[in-house]
């Protein structure tokens, strides 16, 4: 895909940096390894909350931060890297995969998970893992926690967690997995990226609970957290 160099500058680029991480994973050809690798680097890095500017009521400032992030800007930014090539080709990876269309607007931005996943989807950046012989459930939100947004109703299919040893065979490195609320009026509570150590299965995320970007036994938060389920999806590219 051809991508088009012609918005302004994000705030937050270390040019520097982009640079070095891109020519780091320039010879991996498997995307789900480009992201393992890259979500290595992230380790340690600082967790921030809300690190993205705009609101209802205030503009949407375009910013590619590597530092300071949270669960979704930490996959966000190591999705864009893996697919990039240069600085500026990361700056616009990041743009397609932040926002709807590509349209830097805060209505614009994937604020529900849904949405994300929904339009990386249709941008032919993830696709859903859904093995035949794992069941899915499926639950209706209706989705109101973003001050400004109107209530959407929704539709949340996922993997019960009881069932997540059934999935587990089919999970690779690299790939995205997403956390289902057992609220009513919310669809993802949290996200991160699978690492597998042969049979041990790890996630890389940005933990609220302990301040930075870790990594841990998946399984572990799996038993720690009460949720309906699980959606993973695999980059593609």
């Given amino acids: 895909m051809t991508l088009r160099m012609e918005h302004a500058q994000p705030r937050g680029l270390t040019r520097r940096r982009v640079k070095r991480i891109v020519l780091k994973v320039r ?34 400032v375009f910013t590619a931060s590597l530092g300071g992030l949270d ?17 500026d080709c ?33 941008e032919g950046i993830i696709r859903l893992v859904l093995p035949r012989a794992v069941p899915v459930v499926s639950r209706e939100r209706v989705l109101n926690v973003v001050p400004g947004l109107a209530p959407r ?19 690779r490195s690299g790939d995205l997995v997403f956390f289902v609320s057992t609220r009513k009026n919310l669809d993802v509570f949290h996200a991160g990226i699978i690492v597998r150590d042969g049979e041990r299965i790890l996630m890389r995320h940005a933990s609220r609970s ?11 938060f799996l ?15």
Avoid at 50 to 60: C, K, Q
Avoid at 210 to 220: A, K
């Fill in 27 to 60: 010879n991996e050809h498997r995307a789900g390894n480009r992201v393992e690798i890259i979500s290595r680097e992230f380790l340690g890095e600082p967790y921030k909350s809300n690190p993205l500017i705009g609101s209802a009521h205030t503009p949407e």
């Fill in 71 to 87: 669960c979704v800007t930490y996959i966000e930014t190591v999705l864009a890297l893996a697919r990039a090539s240069s600085a």
């Fill in 153 to 171: 109703r929704t539709r949340v299919q996922c993997v019960p967690k009881r069932e997540f040893p059934r999935l587990a065979p089919s999970l």
């Fill in 210 to 220: 302990r301040g930075r970007v870790v990594e841990q036994e998946l399984r572990e």
């Fill in 90 to 122: 990361f700056v616009e990876w990041l743009r397609k995969i932040r926002y709807q269309r590509g349209r830097i607007e805060w209505i614009w931005r994937n604020h529900y998970m849904t949405s994300w996943i929904r339009n990386n989807v249709r």
């Fill in 223 to 237: 038993k720690a957290n009460r949720m309906t389920g699980v959606i993973v999806a695999r980059p593609r590219g």
